[in-house]
């Protein structure tokens, strides 16, 4: 699946996408958020306070705790400052 | 309804006078039109706007769409930039068409009451002390929520 | 401060243009656009505004003060047509520039409330049957009454 | 004085300004209004509700009931429909 970070994140993370093939048990977009707060030092200091995060499915705003399926993209988006 | 984001800059004015073109016999137009701020006590060098374009078109675009029902708006357009921006350059307009002044008002300020929390941009502010992104304020979260009563 | 009553024609997006180029590092720009309204279902030939313009100077001067007290505006910018017009021909226009969207967007709509009741102009409609003189409505005695409170 | 007249008010006087030396007894604004009532029937049909009109004494809008003094100018406005 391909991860998608903006902005703040992007820079945490000095990354603005990557594949990653997430285990079985990352069902919902709350999941990898987890997963990737659990990945290393850097994961675990962006994610410190996950409800925050807006995320997005194949470019679609989901609902916390919305389940992947068959998504290809997933973004995640800190608090937005557009406008 | 035109939605459109783009690295490119846009003219105010030329962008008002194509949308009252459009439909100028409605009656009223509000445009709000959101600039590089630069305050004395405030100074910015410059401002980048990231943006996630194929969201920020759908967000805008249902943003919009909610305005124009909500209200009866005749038409609406949001334009939207991004990329590096100098100061008093243009960030955002949204122009608001309606047989009523304040339906015009109304229409205009709730796509901006969204689009602050809801489109998918992000500042980063270049100051004599270095960059630093600008933080989501609490108060564009109580601005949207008036629209939800 | 800009205040103009004349009978020239006006252009709403060069005139957009000018009163940002005056300040526009502020922030924030709100303008609004009345023009001759026409719709299908209540079509008109043309508008004629009568205007007392001494007087009229005098008192969108006195309102346009009062919003930038009121709302610390940056600048404001009033201008108002009068004379005989046609159907999408612009009116009047109001632009109020602020650090902060509210403050602008209250400011441009305190202007046009105060304006419709206070300011000596009087629209006369030429439709098909004949001549009328638009009568006052008491939706604009309200609308001017929510800032008194 | 000079007295103004604007919009369906000029029409119905047929008038848009006309000089008037007021007789003693016309002191506040609302004497000038009672005056051009009784002074004919295009008068007293035009000022038929007194209440509505708003009055300026040399370009500026007074309370009803103001004194002329020394006013040169007095306009009569029927309500204002600008904008």
């Known amino acids: ?83 | 309804m035109d939605i459109r984001v783009s690295e490119t800059p846009f003219d105010p004015g030329a962008e008002s006078n194509a949308f009252l073109d459009r439909g100028k016999a409605a009656g009223a137009a509000v445009t709000f039109t959101g600039l590089v701020r630069s305050l004395p006590d405030d100074p910015i060098i410059a401002l980048t706007l990231e943006c996630y374009p194929e969201l920020a078109i759908r967000q805008l675009t249902a943003i919009a769409t909610e305005a124009v029902t909500r209200f009866s708006l005749a038409d609406i357009t949001v334009i939207h930039r991004y990329g590096r921006m100098l100061p008093g350059e243009p960030i955002v307009q949204v122009m608001a068409l309606s047989a009523h002044r304040q339906a015009a008002f109304d229409g205009a300020q709730m796509v901006m009451d969204y689009l602050k929390t809801d489109a998918p941009f992000w500042k980063k502010e270049t100051t004599a002390t270095g960059e630093h992104w600008v933080e989501a304020k609490s108060a564009d979260d109580s601005a949207k929520a008036r629209w939800e009563a």
Chains 1, 4 share one sequence.
């Open chain 1, 1 to 83: 699946m391909k991860v998608l970070y903006f902005a703040w994140l992007r820079e945490r993370l000095n990354l603005s996408e990557e594949d990653i093939a997430f285990p079985p048990e990352v069902v919902t977009t709350g999941d990898v958020i987890a997963f990737l707060a659990a990945r290393d030092e850097a994961g675990a200091l962006a994610f410190e306070r996950p409800a925050i995060f807006k995320t997005a499915l194949d470019a679609r705003i989901v609902p916390h705790g919305t389940p992947l399926a068959d998504a290809k993209i997933i973004a995640l988006l800190p608090p937005m400052t557009g406008g």
